[in-house]
């Protein structure tokens, strides 16, 4: 054990929990640190030896110990083991959101057979590891209240199930209003969009609709926040069960890309086999010359080019609007173990904002910036012609976002920009290569300059000035 004093702030996304918080120590890495009110907790959990089971199976974040209350009288302080993404429920894809709940009921299962159980059920509580799911607070474990109903039950309901089964039944898009629902989505607004039909599904029908009638019924005492407290003893076999029962009822949940996200994207956008491999080994050697620790694909598609990034062990954000091709990357992450990618769903001319308590309890997509590099792969016609955005706000976007940047150029002779302006008209003089890096050079030195198809795209390599 290292002795260690912390001088500890509270994160702004951490304060509701008596029983420890989360800081940031000097160095800027994560601490938690542990209260007296949770002080038995932890130590329950520990004699348990459900800690040492959950991290040997990597389904809980481990860490050390850096102050111990015994030796030198304060609150203990932990070490977890950092991760260097930050992500959030409305941003993760739906395999993601799903495989995020049934970690979460796994935890709660293990948790029971031990005498123990999770007092809350946020997906808060989970994060990434590339394309795996880990559980990282450490605190939600306690010991188990014989005959009690689980507290956590109504809360995995509104943040797993119901986003779930809109994004299955209804529209993948659905996911969103996670953003909007920060203490996720009431039973009764997803019991209202879900259609008469998911009545017949036995699970939706128990956890959602029966639950969205218990919070109409208890509106006025619970604030819809909760099911109402029952008499009746549960037993940890009765919790088991109903942990199995929505076990079952996630996984009975599915989302089908459309046959177009499936298709070849690159194959029908102008690029020739040896196009496309020529694009490849440009990039590959962006990426030996800048050695980014992080990298954003910006409008990454499937995440091909983001997987050259994840392949060389650099921490990879791949970013699409798409909700499509941000299942379809996951999808393809987890199936390759590849523990350095994590794609999410986002629009980059609306991209995550700063969100909750006093508008800084879940950071904005800026807040957790910015990457060594950015990839801008036939993005910048999306932005500046398909959504107006002029070059010097995409420009200073992209200063913002990282030091280095490879942009790919795509000029209106390319037939994707033709698509574009088929049916409005051409707005855009300032939209040619020359006044791209005129614009450009505002903020960044032109390092690299390939042309890398016939049309007259050109792949640049820009390092941010210094301000």
């Known amino acids: 054990m290292r002795i260690l004093q912390e001088s500890p702030a509270r994160h702004p996304a951490s ?45 809980l974040i481990e860490h050390e110990e850096l102050v111990d209350w015994e030796d030198i009288g304060t609150d203990l302080i932990l070490r977890p083991r950092q991760l260097t993404f930050l992500s959030y429920p409305y941003e993760w894809a739906f395999s993601a959101l799903q495989d995020a709940a049934l970690l979460t009921l796994e935890i709660q299962r293990r948790a029971l057979r031990r005498g123990l159980w999770l007092k809350d059920a946020s997906a808060f509580n989970v994060q990434f590891d590339g394309c795996r799911p880990i559980f990282i607070d450490t605190l939600s474990l306690a010991p188990l209240r014989d005959g009690a109903p689980w507290p956590g039950y109504a809360q995995f309901c509104r943040h797993f199930l119901a986003p779930l089964a809109l994004m ?11 953003a909007t629902n920060l203490d996720g989505i009431p039973a009764a607004l997803a019991s209202k969009l879900l259609s008469r039909w998911t009545w017949l599904n036995p699970g939706l029908a128990m956890h959602l609709h029966l639950l969205a009638n218990l919070e109409r019924r208890y ?40 046959r177009a996200a499936w298709g070849d994207y690159y194959a029908t956008h102008n690029y020739q086999p040896d196009e496309f491999a020529a694009k490849q080994r440009l990039v590959n050697e962006f990426l030996d010359v800048v050695q980014p620790r992080t990298v954003w694909d910006l409008g990454a598609n499937r995440g091909d080019f983001s997987k050259l990034a994840s392949a060389r062990g650099m921490a990879t954000w791949s970013l699409d609007s798409d909700p499509e091709c941000s299942e379809l990357a996951y999808r393809d992450g987890r199936e390759r173990k590849d523990t350095r ?31 060594d590099l950015a990839l801008a792969l036939a993005l910048i016609h999306h932005l500046a012609i398909g959504r107006n955005v002029p070059l010097d706000s995409i420009i200073d976007f992209l200063a913002d976002s990282a030091r280095w940047v490879a942009l790919e150029f795509v000029p209106k002779s390319d037939p994707q920009v033709s698509r574009l302006l088929r049916s409005r008209d051409d707005i855009f003089p300032g939209y040619t290569p020359a006044h791209f890096e005129v614009v450009a050079s505002r903020r960044f030195a032109v390092r690299r300059r390939e042309p890398i198809l016939a049309s007259g795209r050109v792949l640049f390599l820009l390092e941010r000035l210094p301000e």
């Not at 949770?38 to 991290?55: I, N």
């Not at 299955?168 to 996670?178: C, E, F, P, Q, T």
């Not at 008499?231 to 949940?253: C, K, N, V």
């Open 219 to 258: 509106a006025a005492t619970a604030c819809g926040q909760a099911a109402p407290r029952t008499s009746r003893w549960l037993s940890a076999a009765a919790h088991e069960r109903l942990a199995d029962s929505l076990s079952s009822t996630i996984a009975g949940l599915h989302f089908r890309p459309s």
């Open 168 to 178: 299955a039944r209804r529209d993948i898009s659905l996911g969103k209003l996670l």
């Open 341 to 371: 990618l994590v794609p999410l769903t986002m629009d980059l001319c609306n991209p995550t904002p700063a969100l909750g308590w006093a508008g800084r309890e879940r950071e904005s997509l800026a807040e957790r910036g910015p990457a």
């Open 15 to 59: 304060f509701r929990d008596p029983a420890g918080f989360v800081f940031r120590s000097a160095d800027g890495e994560f601490r938690r640190q542990v209260t007296a009110a949770g002080r038995a907790d932890y130590r329950a959990l520990l004699d348990s030896g459900l800690y040492d089971e959950l991290v040997a199976e990597r389904l």
